[in-house]
T-cell receptor, first 117, second 114 residues
Framework: ETGVTQTPRHLVMGMTNKKSLKCEQH?????MYWYKQSAKKPLELMFV???????ENNSVPSRFSPECPNSSHLFLHLHTLQPEDSALYLC????????????????FGPGTRLTVL | DAKTTQPNSMESNEEEPVHLPCNHS???????IHWYRQLPSQGPEYVIH???SNVNNRMASLAIAEDRKSSTLILHRATLRDAAVYYC???????????????FGSGTQLTVLP
C-alpha cells in the first residue's frame, strides 16, 4: 500500500466511449503525474501537475485530457481512443523537487489496465 | 539526457546476494542515481538513490563507482518477493525542475530461484 490509489483497476472501452481514470494520494504531496506503460515498452511520462497547475505535457494526443482539481486528486479523461492506447496507466505523486532543494521520491499507484476495442 | 545501460535479465538463488549493475558513462556532476523496481502487476516502487557516496537502507545498498560512470544495486539476501524489473534512473538538476522527469529504460528483469 503506497498511499496512492487508482480506480478503476481494469477498464475496457470502445473507441467511441468517454471514460475517466481517477487517482487519489493520501501522502500530502504537491505534485502528481500520469505515466503510460505499453506492452514491451518503457514507462512514458504523460503529464505533470504541481500545486494543481499543469507544468509538463509530453506531446500527448488531445484525446487524453488531464484534470487536477486539488492536490490530492488527479483525473485522466479519455475520449475517442485508439486500440494502440491500450496500456497500463500509472499515477504517481511526490513533493515537487522544483519547489524545494532536494531530490524527491515518486510514489506510484497500482495502475489502471486499459483495453480499447 | 544522460542514459543508463542495464542487462536485460539476471538470475539469483534465494537467500544469496544479488548485484545489479548499471552503466551511466555520460552522467553529469549533478545527476542523482535512483533505483526503482516494479513487481508483477504493480506500479514501480522506490528502492534507493545516491549522488556520490555509497548508500544503505532497509531494502538495499547502492555502490557508486568513484568516477560515477557506473553503479551497482545490492540486495543482500534475495527473496522470492524480490523478483521484479529493476530500473536505474538518472535525475537531473533539482533547480531546473527537470528532476520531475523519471525516465525509465527497459530495466533488468530479476528472477529469483527457490
Amino acid at each position: 500500500e503506497t498511499g496512492v490509489t487508482q480506480t478503476p483497476r481494469h477498464l475496457v472501452m470502445g473507441m467511441t466511449n468517454k471514460k475517466s481514470l481517477k487517482c487519489e494520494q493520501h501522502l500530502g504531496h504537491n505534485a502528481m503525474y500520469w505515466y503510460k506503460q505499453s506492452a514491451k515498452k518503457p514507462l512514458e511520462l504523460m503529464f505533470v501537475y504541481s500545486l494543481e497547475e499543469r507544468v509538463e505535457n509530453n506531446s500527448v494526443p488531445s484525446r487524453f485530457s488531464p484534470e487536477c482539481p486539488n492536490s490530492s486528486h488527479l483525473f485522466l479523461h479519455l475520449h475517442t481512443l485508439q486500440p494502440e492506447d491500450s496500456a497500463l496507466y500509472l499515477c504517481a505523486s511526490s513533493q515537487d523537487p522544483g519547489l524545494a532543494d532536494y531530490t524527491d521520491t515518486q510514489y506510484f499507484g497500482p495502475g489502471t489496465r486499459l483495453t480499447v476495442l | 539526457d544522460a542514459k543508463t545501460t542495464q542487462p536485460n535479465s539476471m538470475e539469483s538463488n534465494e537467500e544469496e546476494p544479488v548485484h545489479l549493475p548499471c552503466n551511466h558513462s555520460t552522467i553529469s556532476g549533478t545527476d542523482y542515481i535512483h533505483w526503482y523496481r516494479q513487481l508483477p502487476s504493480q506500479g514501480p516502487e522506490y528502492v534507493i538513490h545516491g549522488l556520490t557516496s555509497n548508500v544503505n537502507n532497509r531494502m538495499a545498498s547502492l555502490a557508486i563507482a568513484e568516477d560515477r560512470k557506473s553503479s551497482t544495486l545490492i540486495l543482500h539476501r534475495a527473496t522470492l518477493r524480490d523478483a521484479a524489473v529493476y530500473y536505474c534512473i538518472l535525475r537531473g538538476p533539482i533547480s531546473s525542475g527537470s528532476a520531475r522527469q523519471l525516465t525509465f529504460g527497459s530495466g533488468t528483469q530479476l528472477t529469483v530461484l527457490p
